[in-house]
């Protein structure tokens, strides 16, 4: 007889679990609810940063581990992790962030590249352009590993700075709002990681939701990648998934719901 599976679920948050325009996740209680009755590891996987979701684990009442900033580390109560951030249990697989700062620095001045990046805002500056409230800001800006930029240049010299990054062994991802310029890692393979460390036994049936670029590698990665419809871009092309792929008709935290209901047999 064929063992069961257990459910992980990973999932994106802005304009997936939080609707892209008030950050409100009241339409996916139904299925949250449901995740927590039945007991389904769901692991918050975003670029956010430590801070920010630390605050949206107790709103969200999520204890789980989570995975920060694009896949730059895990952080919470997991096995394997190997250092202390902000008094939690780590496990990093990338570049800290001043690093990255001071190289964009460095770039910016030399080619005249026109884009500004979170280093460049205070806390009243990102919430009037990101729609986040003052304290939201405030907790976006507690970065380490990653730093989110504007591009106010041309499509041609941005090809240039994304060479030149390459170069230097950094990547960009396109979010939502931000092209988030980071190390050589990826939402899908920090999920890879800890599916691995919390079922060491029995590799679990990986459930992921994403709606943009950045949610690529995890929504490729899983076995079942739900693609989120966005009223504000369109839908990212997924290369080679491993699994099957479901493209969503509802909008942010409402098709999150129905989604992970239908996948848990609700």
Not at 37 to 47: A, H, L, Q
Not at 158 to 180: C, D, S, V
Not at 202 to 211: N, S
Not at 215 to 238: C, N
């Amino acid at each position: 007889m064929t063992e069961i599976r257990p459910d992980m679920v990973f999932t994106d948050l802005d304009g997936t679990l939080l609707d892209h325009d008030n950050y409100s996740f009241a339409a996916a209680g139904e299925a949250l609810a449901l995740l927590n009755t039945r007991g389904v590891p769901w692991i918050m996987n975003t670029s956010k940063t430590c801070a920010e979701l630390q605050s949206l684990g107790k709103a969200l009442g999520n204890d789980y581990p989570f995975i920060v900033e694009n896949g730059a580390a895990v952080l919470g109560d997991f096995p394997g992790a190997t250092e202390e951030l902000h008094g939690l249990p780590c496990r990093r697989f990338t570049t800290p962030r001043h690093v990255i700062v001071n190289l964009l620095e460095q770039w910016r001045e030399k080619y005249r590249f026109t884009f500004y990046g979170f280093f460049d805002l205070d806390a009243p500056a990102l919430a009037d352009i990101a729609g986040l409230s003052v304290a939201q800001a405030e907790l976006a800006l507690q970065r380490d590993f990653s730093e989110p930029i504007s591009w106010q240049d041309s499509d041609e010299r941005l090809q240039q700075f994304l060479t030149i990054l390459n170069k230097a062994g950094l990547r960009a991802l396109r979010g939502g709002r931000f092209i988030h310029v980071m190390g050589d890692t990826d939402k899908g393979r920090a999920m890879t990681w800890l599916a691995r460390a919390m079922f060491p036994e029995q590799a679990p049936r990986v459930i992921a939701l994403g709606d943009s670029g950045n949610d690529v590698a995890m929504l490729a990665a899983a076995d079942i990648g739900v693609v989120i419809k966005s009223r504000h871009h369109t839908a990212p092309d997924i290369p080679a998934p491993k699994g099957q792929l479901i493209y969503t008709d509802e909008i942010g935290p409402v098709a999150w719901n129905t989604q992970i209901k239908a996948l848990l047999g609700a």
